[in-house]
């Protein structure tokens, strides 16, 4: 089942990684981190703390490469909410403190109707998406060619979230699925040029957030609005993509898996038997262990079952479901690594 | 013992068969609606059926026919509300048809209250609901508010980001004996307890119940952080919403 082993010479962190996003096979299957791996403790531990963490790009760099410093990933991830690009659009923001993430204030929306969509012209050099850039910049410097870097860019799903509100949003997706489309359209210039300058400041996969989770709405939905739009975004942005939708999404993985993303980050809230069922190796998955229950709130061991069990079923790149929570000790994410090392050691060329 | 077939309207009656699946809760709804008069059914149709257009409509005629305004409240748009409930919490439907849903209650709620409270009539309870310090995440703690509403509570929404403070300032503002607060992040999850703790320290606790939930709360979080009730979903929050008021009411009895 899982990735054949013995014959591959050792490889390096980023050609793991790259080579599972690609589903080529692995010496060993790759950690990865998606989304985010910042903590308190490793906050403390590096010096750099949130709110400056994400609007200071040397500070944003350093306390990213700890995902691998210190916990031992094959990936560094060093954007570690889902805000920046809603900051540069002009949203208000509520930047918070060092123990929570910063989010944008939803209450108080900037756009209404497509029409009002104006995405600025200078959106690049804003400086909470310079910020990014910036740190991209200095990781790929500083890690050369040894360590995949993953950058983020926000569907316009998720987009249309933050700058239109949540509710409005979701109203106007029933009430008027055209209108709902053309404010899709309009922010999808966001994503596309947010993750081409990524790759020009050395990102080697990016991460695309569309929050279309069976949390909120139906498959269908993501079969009428987004499979199309997520489709053009593997032919607009020439490195891999790994699509990442929180919550219960198995009913909608086979839409996903039809788009040509390189890689899905799923949730806990699927199995990792199931999924892995229905994508069919038509796109890999990345994935899933618990955030609340399993990595924030009980230990080593149980981490590692849950592990193990993605790795039984296949999954060919193992990590946190989602935004790991601040408070997770160390200890428990340095056990994802070392779980599946041990994995291999005791389970490989059995399979 | 009535049955689905005593129910007049064709499409609640659909909507019974195809979405109310666990036969106890079958049975009530039936019940429930067996006993409503078509007209009633007609307005509670178009909350199931998410119309705002057509509820703003209907409860108009009705009040104008001279229903009572309490009866369209509770046999029209209170009872589509409980079909609703029903279906979201089973993944038949989704926020975006919640949301719809909502709205046609608040169409038709915008005709019953000013009758209700020029009136004088009584909720059946008051409870103030909020989203605890440093969290927005506002779209679960706004569907249990309209389940609440749409139970015949009145709530005072103190929306996101609330502060032990506020929690406090409200309660001693308004003469509400349920507190309802919800958290969706690890980080904010604790600010219930602080919450709680500060009730303690302006000794308010014994005048009031707590309730929690989101979905990274458990029962086990709740008690721990000495809330009085856990809810997993909006229909569970009525439920214990219901229970609460009632202890405080006996308890000031
Ligand atoms: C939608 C969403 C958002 C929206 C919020 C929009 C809004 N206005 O609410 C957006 C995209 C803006 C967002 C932002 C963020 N989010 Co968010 N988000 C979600 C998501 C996908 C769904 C939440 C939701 O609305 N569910 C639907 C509703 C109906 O369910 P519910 O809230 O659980 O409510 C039901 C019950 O819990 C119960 N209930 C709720 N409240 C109460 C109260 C009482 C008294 C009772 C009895 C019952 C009850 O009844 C409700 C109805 O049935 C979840 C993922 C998930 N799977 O949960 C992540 C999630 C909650 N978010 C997460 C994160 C990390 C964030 C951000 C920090 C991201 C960032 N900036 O990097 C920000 C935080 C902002 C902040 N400070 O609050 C994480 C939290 C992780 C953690 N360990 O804490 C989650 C869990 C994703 C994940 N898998 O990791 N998010
Ligand atoms: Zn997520």
Known sequence: MAQE???IKTMTPRQRVLAALRREPVDRTPVCNPTSVATVELMDLVGAHFPAANRDPEKMALLAQTGH??????????????IQESSALGCKMQWEGKDNWPTVKMAEPIWSEPQDIVIPPDLLKHRDTQCVLEAIKILRKRFGDDVCIIGKTMGPWSLAYHTIGVEKFLLMSLDDPDKTRRVLDKLKKVTIDFGMAQIEAGADALTLPDHATGDLVSGDYYDRYLKEMHIEFVSDIPIPLILHICGRTVDRMDYIAQTGMAAFHYDSKNGPGESMAEVKGRIALVGNINNPETLYSKGPDSVQEEVWKNLDAGVPLVGPECAIPLQTAIENLKQIPLAVKQWHKEKAGRT | MPELSDVHNEFIRAEIEEFILDENEQR???QMY????????????????????????????????????????????IAGMAIVGIKFRENFIFVPEVLACARAMKAGM???????????????????????????????????????????????????????EMFIEAFEQNSATVIGMSALLTTTMPNMGVTIEAFIDEGLRDDVRFMVGGAPVTPEFAEDMGADAYGANAVECVEVAKRLAGETQTATA
Do not use: W, Y
């Not at chain 2, 409503?36 to 104008?64: C, R, V, W, Y």
């Not at chain 2, 249990?144 to 015949?152: D, K, V």
């Open chain 1, 5 to 7: 082993t013995g014959e």
């Open chain 1, 69 to 82: 410093t210190e916990l031992g990933f094959d990936t560094i991830m060093p954007v570690f909410s889902i």
């Open chain 2, 28 to 30: 009530h709804i039936v």
């Open chain 2, 34 to 77: 067996a006993k409503i008069s078509p007209q009633m059914q007609d307005i509670a149709a178009t909350i199931i059926d998410g119309d705002n257009h057509l509820s703003d409509e209907l409860t108009k005629k009705a009040l104008d026919g001279g229903v009572e305004a309490i009866q369209i409240m509770d046999n029209g748009l």
């Open chain 2, 110 to 164: 915008a005709h019953i209250e000013p009758i209700l409270s020029a009136a004088g009539i009584e909720p059946i309870g008051k409870v103030i609901m909020g989203t605890v310090k440093g969290d927005l995440h506002d779209i679960g703690k706004n569907l249990c508010i309209m389940m609440l509403r749409g139970a015949g509570f009145e709530v005072i929404d103190l929306s996101v980001d609330v502060s032990p």
